[in-house]
């Protein structure tokens, strides 16, 4: 009978151009032949901090069966504030280190959470492969978080998604993750967008450089080839876009930069 497989979703900030992720997952098939590794992404960086991070296992962990094993692995330092660890919430099990990251992706709190800190290289250059991966193949095999951690008595580090100010009559919001095309996702949502705008027609721009977003659209292709549209995305969040370009390589249109909507008054 065929062993079963493990999912193991990775999040990191390696990027692709080294061979750290290729060892990272070289290590859990070495001791998991009939794991399935799925690369969500590699692309963060320190610059952007934790929210697009959070924002990406928000955005996905959900869609993959019970009981998938995700880390994450960004800005894996250890500091004063922060710890490494393991915990299941909501059918899943998740490793990573604990910046704030994990309490942005849930709107629960985990009941509970354990502590691997204590682990040999948990303060070294490279946690993600000398606690992060044994602790995965331990969970893979069979192992509760509590075999693997110390219990912890306060919780998750507590950050919070930036929320847009909403006014009756304006949204300013803010981007939180710039995906590979360069398309820009603000922290809007549609049910925030729909609450404000009462049927009114939006005047989008981007803040500080005022640029002017030609249309509220449902794809990409609702404008000409270089004029910018926004749109809401497959899990509700406001999307800045160009048709035919990446927009961050047009208006620079980072994580940070602000999305401000105006309607008419009444």
């Known amino acids: 009978m065929p062993a079963e497989t493990t999912f193991i979703t990775l999040i990191s900030d390696m990027g692709y151009a080294d061979y750290y992720t290729g060892i990272i997952k070289g290590s859990l098939y070495s001791q998991l032949p009939n794991a399935r590794l799925i690369d969500l992404t590699h692309r963060m960086t320190l610059h952007d901090g934790i929210v697009p991070a959070a924002f990406v296992l928000r955005n996905s962990y959900h869609m993959f069966p019970p009981n998938t094993i995700h880390m994450l692995a960004v800005d894996t330092n250890l500091h004063f504030d922060c710890r490494h660890v393991v915990f299941k919430h909501l059918g899943h099990y998740f490793i990573g280190t604990d910046n704030g990251a994990f309490s942005i992706t849930f709107d629960d709190e985990p009941n509970e959470v354990y502590d691997i800190s204590h682990h040999q290289g948990a303060d070294g250059t490279f946690p993600a492969l000398e606690v992060f991966v044994p602790a995965i193949i331990r969970i893979a095999k069979g192992e509760a978080p509590s075999d693997i951690g110390l219990p912890l008595t306060d919780g998750l580090t507590k950050k919070v998604m930036p929320h ?58 609702d404008v000409d080839t270089g004029d910018l549209v926004a749109l809401f995305n497959q899990a509700g969040y406001l999307e800045i876009a160009m048709n035919g370009g990446s927009l961050l390589k047009f208006v620079k249109a980072e994580v940070g930069v602000q999305i401000r909507i105006e309607f008419k008054s009444i």
């Open 164 to 221: 847009p100010t909403l006014d009756p009559n304006y949204i300013i919001g803010a981007v939180i993750y710039s995906d590979y095309y360069g398309n820009a996702i603000t922290n809007i949502t549609e049910e925030m967008f729909n609450r404000v705008s009462q049927g009114r027609k939006p005047n989008i721009t981007i803040r500080p450089m005022g640029y002017p977003i030609k249309k509220l659209g449902k794809n990409y292709l």
